[in-house]
């Protein structure tokens, strides 16, 4: 397109298209390039716009003022039509509210839209500058609140905002509105103001996210939003993870060892109580303060020390008790009989739930067995003859079928009985009603001609909530789950996990597991669509919990997979605390013989940093050379040996990261600063 004055040329624009330049748009003036945009796509870039001035990249001024760029969010092109018809239907509460904020000066200067879309979503009303969405709850909202939730879900994913009114306070309250208007709006406007500034390039977000610090996917909070496995002591890891995840985690689940002697993971299993104990509390005092306001910590345990354990955890300070949950953790047949005339078959563990103060469970539902079931379904002996009309058609009749045919037709059976309370409601003889409680909740009631009578479905009994005591869930073939080595029966079963993380989290939320031990916890949040962090120390981490994790983003169909439909995707990072002292430590475990240790006396010299309270000197020129020292066993030896190194210098510090001593790459600084959020 070319416009001309007086045969002058002025303004020009030009569109192109090839295999790498998909599109382009230039603003030309007396033949001086002033201003262009540029979309592209390939295998790296998505989509990037650019603003250029006299060939010089600017920032222009819209952009200086937000963090959010609206256009970089997904947008469904066949709702267009929808979106029209939507803003034309002039609902009373949203044309209210459009009519009170529509002039920005009310709204401190921000624009506010109507009837926006985000992805396969329109929202009610949407400020792009802040990411701020607005939506308007009418009654019909009610029987949608699985929809909605799968909305305010999607929208949060993008780092969006949601703010909500119900339509009563629309019509109502108008000047309230407006009050909690602003005071939403100055909030925002602070959330943006602490998220590091962007850069001058604009780097196209995935999922709504922007990308400040390499390699590290950060929320518009700046929370980093990877999926992260961490190699390394789990305390020290622990303390890592405050500067940018406290306050953040939503759920910790820990299966840590339980003090048995036999642990299978190889963990030091066989402390005294109080070391147990000490060992710890040390690790709840730092994971608590990683915990949101509505955060929840479970940790599973066994006789040997759930009774210590309880009280410990009752003394740590912001967390409260919940429940102590018993699971069925093993099947009562084999070896668990062998000594059966001594004790009795070990059949169950324990799981000590602690919350944050404002921590509210998702109720969870499982079918009741045909035990619990036969007990009462005798008592459903009407049904509805005509359940799929309008409720004032209803007729009942007689129903006199076997209990599989009742649970085959328990939509329509019912099961009348006396209500739990005076119900006030006027019936017709021989008619139904319907009562909708404050939280959506419908209860029905049937006039046989004497009584106002409550009416039970069947179909609404045949699950029950779950409670503290968990007998359902089979630990049998779990060796299995995960496509990876067959482990030792410290194994948890997919479905104890995921029964926690429905309970206690919803999409997106942080998980945190620091005995990560076989992977299970972040293998079961990878396939939920949770953020998870996993930390432990042993080397099998690599070949077990990796390897586990890696199989899910591949589709592995163990475990949970089918009943979420899990088909693979994915990704996360694995990476180490960067070891020093720790290194000889695995040195000194790795010697085979006293020979071999006496070998290391220099290099541990040399090289490490040592506890200057031990005489080194006097420990290699005479007590090695002791008649005593050479009779003791190799693992006494080793742990004298380990007497020598400094506890406080097992891993390098970030802030000596930089000494050469250490031989760390500037790859991996580059990682620390990253994680750090320093440049």
């Not at 929320?219 to 190699?231: A, F, H, V, W």
């Not at 031990?614 to 066993?633: M, R």
Request: charged share 30%; proline share 2%.
């Amino acid at each position: 397109w070319t416009a001309k004055q007086d045969g002058v040329e002025k303004m020009e624009w030009t569109a192109k298209q090839d295999e790498v330049e998909k599109m382009e748009w230039t603003a030309k003036q007396d033949g001086v390039e002033k201003m262009w945009w540029t979309a592209k796509q390939d295998g790296v870039e998505k989509m990037e716009w650019t603003a250029k001035q006299d060939g010089v990249e600017k920032i222009p001024e819209w952009q200086q003022k937000s963090l959010f760029q609206f256009w970089l969010l997904p947008k469904n092109k066949e709702l267009n039509q929808r979106a029209k018809e939507l803003r034309k239907q002039g609902i009373l509460s949203e044309v209210l509210f459009w009519k009170n904020f529509k002039n920005k000066e009310k709204l401190k200067g921000y624009d506010i839209d109507r009837q926006i879309i985000i992805g396969n979503f329109i929202v009610d009303f949407f400020i792009a500058e802040l990411g701020l969405v607005i939506e308007i709850d009418g009654a019909s909202h009610d029987d949608k609140q699985e929809y909605d939730q799968e909305r305010q879900e999607f929208l949060e994913d993008l780092g969006l905002k949601v703010i909500r009114y119900t339509d009563k306070e629309v019509k109502q309250n108008i000047e309230g509105i407006y009050q909690d208007f602003l005071k939403n709006i100055e909030n925002r406007e602070k959330e943006l103001s602490t998220y590091p500034p962007r850069q001058s390039t604009i780097d196209t977000p995935q999922r709504g996210e922007f990308s400040t610090h390499y390699p590290f996917k950060r929320g518009i909070d700046g929370t980093i939003k990877e999926n992260l496995i961490i190699k390394g002591n789990n305390l020290l890891a622990l303390h890592s993870l405050k500067s940018e995840f406290a306050g953040k985690v939503k759920l910790i689940y820990i299966d840590p060892p339980y003090n048995t002697g036999n642990d299978g993971f190889q963990y030091n299993d066989n402390f005294n109580h109080s070391t147990w104990l000490t060992f710890m509390k040390n690790r709840l005092d730092v994971a608590k303060e990683l915990l949101r306001d509505d955060g929840v910590i479970f940790v599973q345990c066994d006789d040997n020390e759930q009774a210590y354990l309880k009280v410990l955890m009752d003394e740590i300070q912001d967390i409260q008790f919940i429940n102590c949950i018993t699971v069925k953790m093993n099947e009562s047949k084999g070896l668990k009989n062998a000594h059966i005339e001594k004790r009795l078959p070990k059949s169950k563990e324990y799981i000590l739930v602690y919350s944050k103060n404002k921590f509210i469970f998702n109720p969870q539902k499982i079918e009741k067995n045909q035990d619990e079931l036969k007990g009462y379904v005798k008592y459903y002996n009407k049904q509805i003859l005509n359940i799929n009309e309008d409720m004032s058609l209803w007729k009942i009749g007689d129903f006199s079928e076997s209990i599989d045919e009742r649970l085959l037709n328990a939509d329509k059976l019912i099961y009348l009985v006396e209500p739990d309370n005076d119900i006030k409601l006027y019936l017709k003889k021989n008619s139904f009603g319907r009562i909708v409680n404050s939280k959506g909740n419908a209860n029905y009631y049937y006039n046989n001609g004497k009584d106002i009578l409550k009416v039970l479905f069947l179909s609404q009994n045949l699950n029950r909530f779950i409670g503290d005591l968990w007998t359902d869930i089979s630990t049998i073939n779990i060796n299995k789950e995960g496509g990876i080595p067959v482990l030792s029966n410290g194994q948890k079963p997919e479905k104890i996990i995921q029964r926690i993380i429905d309970l206690a989290t919803n999409t997106s939320d942080i998980v945190l597991d620091y005995h990560l031990g076989s992977g299970t916890t972040c293998a079961v949040a990878h396939k939920m669509n949770r953020q998870y962090i996993g930390i432990e120390q042993m080397d099998y981490i690599e070949t077990i919990a990796v390897e586990r994790i890696k199989n899910a983003t591949q589709g592995e169909q163990g475990g949970i997979s089918k009943a979420v439909g899990w088909q693979g995707g994915g990704e996360f990072i694995y990476c180490e605390l960067a070891k020093w002292n720790e290194k000889a430590k695995e040195e000194i475990q790795n010697a085979k013989d006293l020979p071999a240790l006496v070998k290391l006396f220099d290099t541990l010299y040399e090289k490490y940093f040592l506890n200057y309270n031990v005489k080194i000197k006097d420990f290699k020129e005479k007590i090695v050379k002791e008649e005593g020292f050479k009779k003791l066993a190799l693992a006494q030896q080793k742990k004298m040996f380990l007497t020598m190194l400094d506890l406080n210098q097992m891993y390098v510090q970030e802030s000596e990261m930089a000494d050469e001593r250490y031989g760390i790459s500037t790859e991996d600084q580059k990682l620390t600063k990253a994680f750090y959020s320093k440049k």
